[in-house]
């Protein structure tokens, strides 16, 4: 009788694991298809954008050093999660640029900040005809966001946005595209789990 008990109990365990398997399965390739079809405040399918060769990342305006250590901190993370490129902080010929400042020092680099003064970060994509991104941008505005782990949410963010995961949602609190504010400096396992998806 206990034994039939145990066997139940087992078959039981096997299946509520099967089951919750497959379910986080699905929620990865859901909220993946959220993430990388939309733009932020667009409705439209988009063309999924991504970088097919290594990303050097060039560092320009107020490089504060708590910033520059959780930049690396970012870097090292999405290296252990992306295998199919590397991802490399340079000090020449970029094809990410990061901008840590003001939306008055960043206009005079880039024209697609303009009429964007009350933004807490920003990021734009190029890309080739085959949705390869080419270059892209992710702009921290410290002259209006002053908490450091916002600044620290809002870098991990608009990198990983200008690496072509473009949406924000309000389905997850805890995950870097949340929509709503969020002060949140780790990927959650989710956001992990779609990175590798869209990346590997």
Known sequence: KSNNMKKLITLL???VTL??????KKEIQDYHDTIVNYVEGN?????ITKYKKDILIYVDGDKQPYLMVELNKIVNELNN???TIDIKIVDTKCNMLVYLGTVKDYSKITKDILNRSNVNGYGVIYSDLQYNITYSEAFVNLGKV?????????LREEITQAMGLTNDTYQYFNSIFYQ???SITEYSNLDKEVIKLFYN
Do not use: A, E, M, P
């Not at 409705?43 to 063309?47: A, C, D, L």
């Not at 002053?146 to 809002?154: A, E, G």
């Open 13 to 15: 365990l096997v299946l």
């Open 43 to 47: 409705s439209h399918i988009q063309n």
């Open 180 to 182: 709503g504010y969020s």
């Open 146 to 154: 002053k908490d450091i782990k916002r600044q620290k949410h809002i």
């Open 81 to 83: 999660l992306i295998n």
């Open 19 to 24: 089951s919750s398997y497959s379910q986080t």
